[in-house]
């Protein structure tokens, strides 16, 4: 499969969502048969209420447009002791979130 050059450019990185922006990540995850640790991950931050920063967590989400459902394409969490979950349905978004776990160290 080729990927249009052109549809790369257009994929946006949002480091800090907030917590509505946090439940569209999780209704775009549900829609998709991904592995439930990210989904399960981000339900829990959402039933506390919790801000990923404010524990230690980066949570980054990739999308175009604006982040509802439908425009998400990738999400991606690190934990303390630099653990990675990470879902993406586009290469593109793929390439953009794992370029930020790069350049991040979260405390152990």
Do not use: C
Request: hydrophobic share 45%.
């Amino acid at each position: 499969m080729h990927e249009d050059i052109s549809a790369t450019s257009i994929i946006k990185i949002l480091e800090t969502p907030s917590i509505e922006q946090m439940r569209a990540a999780a209704e775009w995850l549900a829609d998709y048969d991904f592995t439930p640790d990210l989904q399960l991950a981000l339900y829990s931050l959402l039933k506390q209420q919790i801000i990923p920063q404010q524990r230690g967590r980066l949570l980054a989400i990739a999308y175009t447009k604006s982040i509802v459902p439908n425009n998400i394409k990738g999400v991606m969490m690190i934990k303390p002791g630099n653990n990675l979950l990470i879902e993406s349905s586009d290469y593109s978004a793929t390439e953009s979130l794992l370029a930020i776990a790069g350049t991040r160290k979260l405390p152990s």
